[in-house]
C-alpha cells in the first residue's frame, strides 16, 4: 500500500486539510497496512514563511520521507513538477479533516491531478 501525505492544519485524524500545499501546517503521514492505518506529523514550519520556493521545499520533504501520494487543497506550477519528478501522485480540491480524505481516497472518489491548479504564490 502506498505512504499518504495528507497537507494539515495540525496533528491527528480530525486535523483540517490545509488548503495550500507549499505553506500548509504540516502532512499527516498515512501509512496502511494489513487491516491497520497509522498516522504522524512532518512539520513543515520551515516553508510557512518563505519568500520564495515553498512548493518546491515542501515537495522535497514529503519525497525525502517517502510518500508516493499527495492529498492537498491546491498546489502551484513549481511544486506540482517537483512532485512529478519524484513520482509522487497528486490529488489536489481535497477539504474537510485528514480522516476523510483518506476515506474518499480509498474509496476511489479522488481525481488525479494532470496539472498545477493554482498560479505561482497563491
Known sequence: MPKIAITVTAEGW????D????????FALVELGEGKRS????????????AQGA??????????????VLLTGHVGPKAFRALKAAGIAIYTGI?????????????????KSTDADVESHW
Do not use: H, M
Open 95 to 111: 477539504s474537510g479533516d485528514a480522516e476523510n480524505a483518506l476515506r474518499d481516497y480509498e474509496a476511489g472518489k479522488l481525481i
Open 19 to 26: 488548503e495550500r500545499f507549499g505553506r500548509a501546517a504540516g
Open 14 to 17: 480530525n486535523a483540517p486539510v
Open 55 to 68: 512548493g518546491t521545499q515542501s515537495a522535497e520533504t514529503v519525497a525525502n520521507a517517502g510518500v508516493e
Open 39 to 50: 498516522i504522524s506529523f512532518i512539520p513543515n514550519s520551515q516553508n510557512r514563511q518563505a
